[in-house]
């Protein structure tokens, strides 16, 4: 280092210190995966029949679970953003609740509604509907530690946006549902796909409430993270080449959601 | 500052304490107190806890920490440098898996399989070919665990090919499975379902008997505590030890 970078005003220099341990802590463990990547038998792997299968229910279940999220979540976000009593807050408290729910009790608690003995499978069962150990049974679990993060992220919008607009909206004859359409809606366009994005990228990695809730069958309930686990349990290097697919995934959401973010920032300056 | 040293310092101190075995206090008459490491298979865990809390008690000052986990697992983590003092495995190819690393496995229990059902077994199955009826929702473990690769084998043994719903990661995830209602019927070992008691109903089937899963214990080569591996070792295959596996079902070496 032969030039010193100038430390901004009001930036002690210690404070790099911690910085960078933060940035090492996060950056080293998928550059050690790609280290440990093998290469040569890297295509072979994850073209293998368990790997495509298993992406390939990822991608199909995730993008289910992601348009569940927003028809269930947005209603959500709207109805929350528009009211502030005490039983709001409880509810909306409630629905944050898959957020910090470690996934495996998110996966019994599941098991106990929609399985075959539970609240709701019960009766789903009496009128011909089991979803136990199928593919609906990984969107259900997908959906519901997803959908929090869609709930968020558009609620903060619309409680940012206000409701100026929608009162002149309301002013100039547009009824509630035209208003809904043609002005909240669009205005938080921004924020709703930054949800939708990080909705997919939870359900892609849903794996705690997806193994205890549907199982593990290849090609019905074994996602791209369960067969992962399954690869590492009989040869850990098996399962690098699928991680690191993922990690890639991964990735690509975080720069997806970045960039939104920086942007639609700009816009509410 | 001083608030936050005050509860980093709360912090380290829980950390510490629930890393700890959570035994009473050693006697401090005894030797330097040492902590033998122990990695087990996971249907290992209650006669194994009950096998360490007597050894505690007969060599004062020694706290035994026990790790439970499917054996594959278990023998990856030990590979890859994790602390253990002895291993015992459910199966003798995850004891094979750590090569020159295991001293001189021993064989002190053997299992087999059984069929769970619900209680009162509903859809009437009486032996291994039912599983595979139609309407039977079976679950089984997955290929890479001890009781998947017995499961395997009775299958190539019967010629009977069971379309498993789900291959679950262990034992009792299978168990769990078939007590919460979602499977009909599941494979588990004969200690799994003993254990279980009156939630389960048990079918047992003649192709069972042939296929039997021992559990090899070894210590760990250049184990940090040499010496109190090898006694517990001994606590594990003495007439003591022997007394516990069998109360709890499982076989003869």
């Known amino acids: 280092m032969i030039r010193r970078p100038a430390i901004p005003a009001g930036l002690p220099a210690w404070l790099y210190l911690p910085a960078a341990l933060g940035i090492t802590l996060i950056v080293l463990p998928p550059i050690a995966l790609l280290a440990q990547t093998p290469w040569d038998t890297f295509l072979d792997q994850v073209g293998s029949q368990s790997s495509r299968q298993a992406l390939w229910l990822s991608l199909r279940t995730a993008a289910i679970s992601t348009l569940l999220c927003v028809a269930l979540g947005v209603p959500m976000a709207v109805v929350f953003a528009r009211h502030d009593g005490a039983v709001t807050r409880l509810l909306r408290s409630l629905v944050l609740l898959p957020l910090v729910l470690p996934p495996v009790v998110g996966g019994i608690a599941l098991l106990y509604t929609f399985g075959r003995f539970g609240l709701v499978g019960e009766h789903l069962r009496a009128i011909g509907i089991d979803i136990a150990f199928t593919s609906a049974a990984v969107v259900l679990a997908q959906t519901f530690v997803a959908l929090p993060f869609l709930v968020i992220s558009v609620e903060g919008a619309l409680r940012v946006a206000g409701t100026r607009y929608e009162e002149v909206a309301a002013t100039l004859g547009a009824g509630p549902s035209r208003t809904l359409w043609r002005v909240t809606l669009p205005l938080v366009v921004p924020s709703l796909l930054a949800g939708v994005v990080l909705a997919f990228a939870r359900a892609m990695g849903e794996f705690g409430a997806t193994i205890t809730f549907a199982g593990n069958a290849p090609g019905i309930t074994q996602t791209a993270p369960l067969a992962i686990y399954v690869a590492e349990i009989d040869d850990p290097q098996a399962a690098i080449p699928l991680s690191l697919v993922l990690v890639v995934v991964s990735l690509i959401v975080v720069v997806a959601v970045h960039t939104r973010r920086r942007r639609s920032v700009q816009e509410a300056l | ?253």
């Open chain 2, 1 to 253: 500052m001083r608030k936050i040293l005050a509860a980093a310092s709360v912090v380290v101190s829980v950390v510490v304490a629930s890393g700890c075995s959570s035994s009473d206090d050693a006697a401090s008459s005894g030797p330097s107190p040492t902590t033998l490491n122990v990695s087990a298979a996971a249907s290992l865990k209650k006669t194994f806890t009950a096998i360490a809390d007597e050894f505690e008690k007969q060599h004062p000052g020694t706290t035994v920490s026990l790790s439970f986990d499917g054996s594959s697992t278990l023998a990856n983590q030990i590979k890859q440098g994790a602390p253990a003092d002895v291993f015992a495995s459910a199966d003798q190819k995850n004891m094979e898996k750590l090569g020159e690393e295991a001293v001189d496995p021993k064989t002190f229990a053997t299992n087999t399989l059984v069929i769970v059902t619900a209680p009162g077994n509903p859809k009437g199955i009486t032996s291994f070919a039912d599983l595979d009826k139609p309407g039977v929702t079976t679950v089984v473990c997955q290929a890479a665990q001890p009781c998947g690769s017995a499961t395997a084998t009775v299958e190539r043994d019967t010629g009977v090919t069971i379309d498993a719903a789900s291959e679950e990661q262990s034992v009792s995830a299978v168990l769990t499975k078939v007590t919460s209602g979602q499977a009909d019927a599941g494979l588990v070992y004969v200690t799994d379902a003993k254990g279980a008691g009156d939630k389960v109903a048990t079918v047992t089937d003649p192709a069972f008997a042939s296929v039997v899963n021992s559990y090899p214990i070894a210590t760990v080569r250049d184990a940090a505590n040499e010496g109190v591996a090898e006694e517990f070792v001994d606590a594990v295959l003495s007439p003591a030890g022997r007394q516990i596996f069998r109360q709890a079902g499982f076989g003869k070496p």
